[in-house]
C-alpha cells in the first residue's frame, strides 16, 4: 500500500472512529441524563410517602353518624390483615395502604424479607421476590396464631397493591361464626397434577375464620403430605388446596344478585366493557358467570387488586370522601336518630345479606 493510499486509510479510520465515540458520548450522556431524572423522581416520591408515614387517621369530610358506625364494626367484628409485600415497595405500596384502608383493620401486619418497625414488618424469609410468597405467607399465618391464638375472629390475608373497604367486609361477615370453619375469596378452578379440580381463591386476597386458621396452621402446615411447604409453591393455589385437604372449601361470597364483591383486578379494568386481557383471563376461569362492564360488580364491594399507591388514595376519596347530590345509603337514612345499634340491627336485615342467611341455613 503506498503512503497515499495508507494516509488515505488512517484518515478514514479516524473519522470513522470519531464519529463513534461521538455518538457513544451522545448515548451515554442521554443515559446519563435519563437515570438522574429517574432517581430524582424516586427520591421525591420517596420524601414525599416518607413525610405521609404518619399521616393522620380522621377524615377530612367527616360525616360523624358514619364515623361512629365504623367504629362500633370495627370493636365488634375482629380482623387482623396480614399483608405480604417487599423492601422495595415500601414508600410506594405498603405506606399508601398505611395511610388508607389498612387503618381500619382491627390490627395490621405486613410480612416480607426484612424486619420494618415502621410498617410493622417481620421477616418471613431470606429471598426476595413473589415467587417465594408461600414461605412468607405461611410464616405469617403461623406468627398471627402463636401469638395472637384465637383474640381476632377473622383473618385477613392481602398483597401489598389490595384495597379493602373494611365496613364492606364486616358487613359481609356479621352473621357469620368465626368459631365454625370459612374460607373467602374469589373463585378459580384449577386442575391439579392428576387433573383433579380444585377451587381456591385468586387476586382478591382471603378470609379465613379464627376455626380456619387454627386447622390451617395446627393440621395442614404440619403435614407436608396435605399441605405443600415447598418455598416458592405458588401460594393461592397451594393454601386451597391446604384448606381443601383439611375439609374447608372455599365458600360462597356473592352478594344476593350474583354479583362479585371480592375482586381479583381494580375498578378500571373490571367495570369497563372493553376486554382487558388479565380480567378475561379471571372471567375464563371463574366458577360462575361474570357479567361484562360494571353490571358485575356488586353494590357493596369489599376487595380491589392491582391498586397502585397513588389509586390507594383516589379509592380513598371516591368512596370516603366523595359525595353525590340526593343520593343517601339507604342504610343511613332516618329514622335512626343516628343510634348506631339500630343501624347495626337493620344492616343484618339488609337485603345484600340475604345470601348470608341461606348459606348459614346450608
Known amino acids: 500500500m503506498n503512503t497515499h493510499l495508507r494516509h488515505d486509510y488512517i484518515h478514514a479510520c479516524y473519522k470513522i472512529s470519531f464519529k463513534r465515540l461521538i455518538i457513544f458520548l451522545f448515548v451515554t450522556t442521554i443515559l446519563i441524563l435519563f437515570i438522574t431524572i429517574l432517581f430524582l423522581l424516586i427520591n421525591d416520591n420517596d420524601e414525599i410517602e416518607m413525610n405521609l408515614q404518619f399521616a393522620s387517621n380522621d377524615f377530612i369530610n367527616e360525616d360523624k353518624d358514619f ?34 384502608w389498612l387503618k381500619r383493620c382491627t390490627k395490621h401486619l405486613f410480612v416480607s424479607v426484612k ?10 424469609n431470606n429471598k426476595d421476590g ?4 408461600n414461605v412468607r405467607v405461611r410464616y405469617g399465618l403461623k406468627y398471627i396464631y402463636e401469638n395472637y391464638g384465637d383474640k381476632f ?24 361464626n368465626p368459631e365454625n370453619d370459612y374460607y ?12 383433579l379440580p380444585i377451587k381456591y381463591q385468586h387476586g382478591a386476597g382471603f378470609i379465613l375464620s379464627k376455626s380456619s386458621l387454627k386447622k390451617l396452621v395446627t393440621k395442614a402446615f404440619t403435614n407436608p403430605k396435605i399441605c405443600n411447604d415447598s418455598p416458592d409453591a405458588a401460594d393461592d393455589v397451594a393454601f386451597g388446596r391446604c384448606l381443601k385437604n383439611i375439609g374447608i372449601p372455599l365458600s360462597e361470597s356473592r352478594d344476593s344478585n350474583n354479583k362479585q364483591m371480592f375482586l381479583p383486578t381494580n375498578i378500571e379494568e373490571a367495570s369497563t366493557f372493553n376486554k382487558i386481557r388479565r380480567w378475561e383471563w379471571f372471567k375464563n376461569f371463574s366458577e360462575n358467570v361474570i357479567l361484562p362492564g360494571y353490571y358485575s360488580l356488586s353494590s357493596f364491594p369489599i376487595n380491589f387488586h392491582y391498586v397502585s399507591g ?25 329514622p335512626n336518630d343516628g ?7 337493620k344492616m343484618k336485615d339488609y337485603p345484600m345479606m340475604e345470601i348470608l342467611r341461606k348459606s348459614m341455613k346450608k
Open 115 to 124: 424486619d420494618d418497625p415502621d410498617l410493622p414488618s417481620i421477616k418471613g
Open 184 to 195: 373467602f375469596g374469589f373463585p378459580i378452578k384449577y386442575l391439579d397434577e392428576k387433573s
Open 130 to 133: 413473589h415467587e417465594y410468597s
Open 153 to 176: 375472629d377473622w383473618i385477613y390475608k392481602g398483597d401489598d397493591d389490595n384495597y379493602v373497604i373494611m365496613e364492606n367486609l364486616r358487613m359481609f361477615l356479621m352473621n357469620k
Open 339 to 345: 343510634n348506631i345499634e339500630k343501624i347495626y340491627e
Open 67 to 100: 364515623h361512629s358506625f365504623s367504629n362500633f364494626l370495627k370493636e365488634n367484628i375482629t380482623i387482623f390483615c396480614l399483608i405480604h409485600t417487599s423492601p422495595i415497595y415500601k414508600y410506594s405500596r405498603a405506606i399508601p395502604q398505611k395511610n388508607t
Open 310 to 334: 397513588d389509586n390507594m388514595y383516589a379509592y380513598e376519596y371516591i368512596f370516603y370522601q366523595a359525595n353525590v347530590a340526593g343520593r343517601q345509603n339507604p342504610m343511613f337514612k332516618r
